[in-house]
């Protein structure tokens, strides 16, 4: 008989890690988040998973609250051998975890225990780590403390952005879960417990993740760039006193003189003079406008030359 499993993801990064089990040929029941509004327009919208695991003709289950009663018995009736998570969004308490047969397994987009919670992919970059992963670990109450079952390694490229470090480890989970849940189901893998030392934790991203403080080195907002890129984007305040999204750029040779914030068009770009070294902004998004490049917008503004505002004069306390 085919391997009875729970999946439960919600956003894109737990697809691969959903595909994989259908590829196993596996009997999959679906558990996701229930539909949200979304859009300027609020409508009602399915998560991704929800919409891929339709497409593939599987069982979908969508509760409120995971550990209800009326959740756990529906969960309990599928009679799984294994239970899987990736980035599902709940807590899952012990009379969830203890559903599957085999017992219960998280696939995590770092290298634990570093980075363990909510965003490991953004915090690696903000470190300016060289090398993050994903692991597979069994769960456990503690916040992704579990004994591991499988690592890989991926290095962090020096200009790739959280994005694009998401959908690389988004594929590996896809991988790790296809070449190693078989033989965990069938008890040949032993997981070991996660070392002592080294535990960091990936706190949740908040506004002050995203402003951009123009007195800080060149070397950490290029890194808190391509962290918040794409989502939730870096932002500075533009001379007008408006949200402006810092899309893409790089640290630049030399120095401007002048104060930090000061910035100055250079062709299709505008170097940006920061506490320590330069750091020039290629493409940029004006608040109801398109992404652009950082020179088109100076022009638009008539101007070579303008001072970014100081975050301090904004309320970063949410």
């Known amino acids: 008989m085919p391997v009875r499993a729970l999946f439960m993801g919600t956003p894109d990064f737990a697809l691969p890690s959903l595909e994989a089990l259908v590829r196993l040929s596996w009997d999959v029941c679906v558990v996701t988040q229930p539909d949200r509004p979304a859009g300027r327009k609020r409508l009602l919208t399915p998560p991704p998973v929800k919409r891929r695991a339709l497409e593939l003709g599987l069982r979908v289950l969508q509760p409120e609250k995971v550990g209800s009663p009326d959740s756990v018995r529906a969960l309990a009736e599928w009679g799984a051998d294994i239970l899987v998570t990736a980035a599902y969004g709940q807590l899952l308490p012990e009379r969830v975890l203890n559903l599957a047969k085999a017992g219960a397994v998280n696939v995590h987009a770092s290298l634990l225990p570093r980075w363990r919670g909510a965003a490991p992919i953004q ?20 916040l992704d403390a579990g004994p591991m079952i499988a690592q890989r ?52 991203l908040t506004r002050r993740d995203e402003w951009i403080d123009w007195r800080r080195s060149a070397d950490a907002i290029a890194l808190q760039v391509r962290a918040m890129a794409p989502w939730p984007g870096a932002s500075a305040i533009g001379p007008d006193g408006r949200q402006l999204k810092i899309l893409r750029g790089y640290v630049g040779t030399g120095d401007l003189p002048g104060e930090s914030g000061l910035a100055r068009r250079n062709g299709d770009t505008a170097v940006v003079a920061c506490g320590t070294g330069v750091y020039v902004v290629e493409q940029v998004q004006p608040a109801g406008k398109r992404p652009m490049s950082a020179g088109a917008w100076l022009a638009g503004l008539r101007t070579d030359t303008v001072a970014f505002e100081r975050i301090d004069a904004r309320d970063l306390s949410s």
């Open 153 to 204: 390694e991926l290095p962090i490229d020096p200009d790739v952005t959280a994005g694009e470090l998401h959908d690389s480890l988004a594929l590996l989970g896809g991988q790790m879960c296809e070449e190693v849940l078989p033989a965990y189901v069938r008890g040949e893998l032993q997981a070991v417990p996660q070392p002592e030392a080294g535990v960091t934790y990936a706190e949740k």
């Open 123 to 142: 915090r690696a970059i903000l470190a300016g780590d060289t090398k993050t992963g994903v692991t597979l670990m069994e769960m456990v109450r503690a």
